[in-house]
């Protein structure tokens, strides 16, 4: 009798435990923070130091590891002077910094520049002080999320050419365009792959 009634307590136990709802899918992590880089100026000067150069160059190297980004250069000044003037100087700044990127290797359409003058202190101050801290452009380095087509896209090159190649995987530029893809940033990871499958006589899938 007892072990009926251990069977029919354990067969409703079962039962309801496969009644419960699977538990939610984890939500995927938060995307990155892009590389923000801050060049700081002397008061009343957009020319650049030794150490903005340095960090300019730094930023020049986010960029160029990071395929197919965009490069925001916004410049701010202190509150000393009046707004007009900070305005134009903030945006010469910005420009200076835009012209050493160049000079880095940034091409100048993958860069844009903005003054925001007085706004956007990074220490808060009254006005017509003299902060260091206010003098300076903020560089950020972001590569544009990639759609939903075309991370499902580059997947299926990346798992084309795995069953199609016969080269080593450990070999070639494929597998960094497939770790981009993993990574999101199918602008590069794509035309990499598209190539190695097409000097492969290999058709490509479709791109939807």
Same mark, same amino acid.
């Given at each position: 009798m007892l072990k009926s009634m251990f069977a029919v307590i354990a067969a409703a136990l079962l039962l309801s435990a496969c009644d419960e709802p699977p538990p939610p899918a984890a939500a $995927? %992590?938060?995307?990155?923070? $892009? %590389?923000?880089?801050?060049v700081f100026f002397d008061w009343d000067r957009s020319n650049l130091s030794s150490q903005a150069l340095n960090t300019i160059q730094q930023a020049a190297t986010a960029y160029k590891t990071r395929g197919a980004a965009r490069v925001t250069a916004t410049g701010h000044t202190d509150t000393s002077g009046s707004e007009a003037y900070n305005m134009a100087l903030s945006l010469r700044r910005a420009n200076t910094v835009k012209d050493a990127l160049v000079k880095e290797g940034v091409p100048a359409t993958a860069i844009t520049t903005v003054g925001r003058g007085e706004a956007g202190l990074l220490v808060q101050t009254g006005d017509q002080v003299r902060e260091p801290q206010n003098r300076r452009v903020e560089i950020v380095v972001m590569v544009p999320a990639a759609t939903t087509n075309d991370m499902a896209y580059c997947r299926s090159l990346a798992a084309l050419w795995r069953k199609t190649s016969t080269a080593s995987p450990a070999q070639g530029p494929v597998p960094d365009a497939i770790a981009q893809c993993d990574a999101g940033n199918t602008a590069a990871g794509i035309p990499v792959l598209e190539k190695a499958l097409t000097d492969s006589k290999v058709q490509l899938p479709p791109r939807t």
């Open positions: $995927p %992590p938060p995307p990155p923070a $892009p %590389p923000t880089f801050m």
